[in-house]
């Protein structure tokens, strides 16, 4: 009964209702029950229940570490479009973590779930494009990722980080300019 409460819930409060349901069993070490749950959402074809799956195999407190496999659940919720999923595909890729290392991939797929709205590839991106060690670097584009973090408001304090790299990213942007004029 409680577990058909909960799927209720998450059709009308999904990301709250499913993230706080694996939380709390989490916690309690009630595996099964968190198994049982994502699986009645993975069978209703939610993208987030399917990416939540997935993050129990990189959890390896859970003792189901497999990041080959969670990385199968991220493509699969990223199938449907679930930003963070395919934001976390993109971490996949960024570290090799069940994947080939590949910093391009990465970034091509945090850009994907940054134009979704999903503030921390919007982050992430811009860290990226800014730094330039893994990608080539591109200042404007960085701008623009951070310019859509700080407005962000789901990433709380990380605006004011974002805020930050943005200022700092335009005053290199400019100090590069004045010193091509010299």
């Not at 699969?76 to 976390?88: E, L, Q, V």
């Not at 730094?131 to 408001?153: E, P, R």
């Amino acid at each position: 009964l409680f577990l058909s409460v909960c799927l209720l819930c998450c059709a009308a409060f999904s990301a709250c209702a499913a993230e706080w349901y694996v939380t709390y069993h989490l916690q309690r070490g009630n595996i099964k029950a968190v198994e049982s749950f994502l699986l009645s959402l993975e069978e209703m074809g939610s993208a987030e229940g399917i990416f939540l799956k997935g993050m129990l195999y990189i959890d390896s407190e859970c003792g189901m570490c497999n990041k080959q496999v969670a990385n199968e659940y991220f493509a699969r919720a990223a199938a449907k479009g679930y930003a963070p999923a395919i934001s976390a595909l993109g971490d996949s890729y960024l570290s090799g973590d069940g994947v080939n290392k590949n910093p391009e991939k990465a970034l091509e797929l945090y850009e994907e779930a940054a134009t979704k709205g999903y503030g921390p590839a919007q982050f992430h991106a811009g860290i990226m494009l800014m730094n330039g060690d893994l990608v080539k670097q591109n200042l404007k584009k960085a701008l623009k990722y951070f310019k859509m973090a700080m407005n962000n408001s789901s990433l709380g304090l990380l605006q004011k980080d974002a805020a930050a790299y943005y200022e700092k990213t335009f005053y290199y942007m400019e100090t590069l300019k004045y010193l091509s004029a010299i």
